[in-house]
T-cell receptor
Framework: NAGVTQTPKFRVLKTGQSMTLLCAQD?????MYWYRQDPGMGLRLIHY???????AKGEVPDGYNVSRLKKQNFLLGLESAAPSQTSVYFC????????????????FGPGTRLLVL | GDSVTQMEGPVTLSEEAFLTINCTYT??????LFWYVQYPGEGLQLLLK?????DKGSNKGFEATYRKETTSFHLEKGSVQVSDSAVYFC????????????FGQGTILTVHP
């Protein structure tokens, strides 16, 4: 199993350009998440999805859109990139909480480093 | 809203020293608590977790006990190794159904031989 993979690994954008980050998981997880990591701030949740065709806003959703057309994929879009979106982006997936397993463990991808000039 | 606060870092230790990284949380519900570790250039990996008060999570010599009375989940290891050098994140799911995590700011640990 590849686990969680992210494409691309690194990207440089100019202000105003658009791009899509792709996350794929092969663990059949229901839940998927996009986080951004900035120095001294830990990880902050951008958007998440609890199933195919569903998405919801996290803590810092402004400037981003997401789609979950297939269960295994979760796309993060930047329509008009800004320097404030320079960050490292992590995707994660997990199974739902249940009585036997407790809370789902989130499995993270390797990250995408994005620089917006 | 929910929050997680970690001790300010970075932390630098000699090999075989005792490690403590403090973590406190606020939550309106009954959260599960986690410690994640991030090695250089990699994503986060779950280190350990605890789901209710007085639970102790443990893995690879690391331990943390869920203390509801002090709203804490401090990470400890009796004897650190150079290979433990990484960034450690404390996190809470706030007791939510969808597993959304709130992370602390992270603590950089460097262990010297």
């Amino acid at each position: 199993n590849a686990g969680v993979t992210q494409t691309p690994k690194f990207r440089v954008l100019k202000t105003g350009q658009s791009m899509t980050l792709l996350c794929a998981q092969d663990m059949n997880h229901e839940y998927m998440y996009w986080y951004r990591q900035d120095p001294g701030m830990g990880l902050r949740l951008i958007h998440y999805s609890v199933g195919e065709g569903t998405t919801a806003k996290g803590e810092v959703p402004d400037g981003y859109n997401v789609s979950r057309l297939k269960k295994q994929n979760f796309l993060l879009g930047l329509e008009s990139a800004a320097p404030s979106q320079t960050s490292v982006y992590f995707c994660a997936s997990s199974y739902p909480r249940n009585v036997e397993r407790g809370p789902g463990t989130q499995y993270f991808g390797p990250g995408t480093r994005l620089l917006v000039l | 809203g929910d929050s997680v606060t970690q001790m300010e870092g970075p932390v630098t230790l000699s090999e075989e020293a005792f490690l403590t990284i403090n973590c406190t949380y606020t939550a309106t519900g009954y959260p599960s608590l986690f410690w994640y570790v991030q090695y250089p250039g990699e994503g986060l990996q779950l280190l350990l977790k605890a789901t209710k008060a007085d639970d102790k999570g443990s893995n690879k010599g690391f331990e943390a006990t869920y203390r509801k009375e002090t709203t804490s989940f401090h990470l400890e290891k009796g004897s650190v190794q150079v290979s433990d050098s990484a960034v450690y994140f404390c996190a809470s799911d706030g007791g939510t159904s969808y597993g959304k995590l709130t992370f602390g700011q992270g603590t950089i640990l460097t262990v010297h031989p």
